[in-house]
């Protein structure tokens, strides 16, 4: 039922921008595009959702595809508390069920 | 309270004894969702309660399991006779429910520790 596909891993240098991709590539209509991230010993911690228009807040920016198959969230200046385990999850706009939690990608801000 | 709070934060139990896991909503969310996740692992669904529907308790692993939620407030999650591979953090989160989507917002989780 794996709804959304993200890397396992990757790094990024402190201050940089971290790009981490989603695909979704079975996405319907109704459904939005949720991010989450765990910091380690944490519960999840919304960052930011979108559904076909590129969102920004003060944590992020999300990138839709136009095709809507796909999407990147940006953190623009990466720090050190942002290393946590980013989740990607799409979800019905009607269909008010479970978050689907997937393996997420585990991101590394290095100094 | 100005987030989603568990109790306790931390339980050791003894194989084969009951447990109560209690969560504290934010006030006015209708929606509340338990999850397990087990140490290097990610979070499993357990159950979804919403407003006055049914839950979807699809994610329940076994009927040791059961959960209960009184209105749109607290809701208590059961596990009976536990056993060692039971030992997880459990992870609570509401929601508001509203039709241009929203965030759930998560607990600190309570660590279950089954010796």
């Known amino acids: 039922d794996a709804k959304t596909t993200q890397p396992p891993s990757m790094d990024c240098a402190e201050g940089r921008a971290a790009n981490l991709p989603c695909n979704h590539s079975t996405i319907s209509g109704n459904e939005y595009v949720y991010w989450y991230r765990q910091i380690h010993s944490q519960g999840p911690q919304y960052i930011i959702h979108?559904?076909?228009n590129n969102e920004t807040n003060e944590m992020a920016s999300l990138i839709i595809t136009e095709d809507r198959k796909s999407s990147t969230l940006i953190l623009p200046h990466a720090t050190l508390r942002d290393t946590a385990v980013y989740y990607c999850i799409v979800r019905p706009t009607d269909s008010w069920g479970k978050l689907q939690f997937g393996a997420g990608t585990q991101v590394v801000v290095t100094p | 309270g100005a987030g989603v709070s568990q109790s306790p934060s931390n339980k050791v139990t003894e194989k084969g004894k009951d447990v109560e896991l209690r969560c504290d909503p934010i006030s006015g969310h209708t929606a509340l969702y338990w999850y397990r996740q087990r140490l290097g692992q990610g979070l499993e669904f357990l159950i979804y309660?919403?407003?006055?529907?049914?839950?979807?308790k699809s994610g329940l692993p076994s009927d040791r399991f059961s959960a209960e939620r009184t209105g749109e407030s607290v809701s208590t999650l059961t596990i009976q006779r536990t056993q060692q591979e039971d030992s997880a953090v459990y992870l609570c989160a509401s929601s508001p429910h509203t039709v241009a989507g929203t965030e759930a917002f998560f607990g600190q989780g309570t660590r279950l520790t089954v010796v």
């Open positions: 979108g559904l076909k």
């Open positions: 309660f919403q407003g006055n529907s049914a839950p979807d």
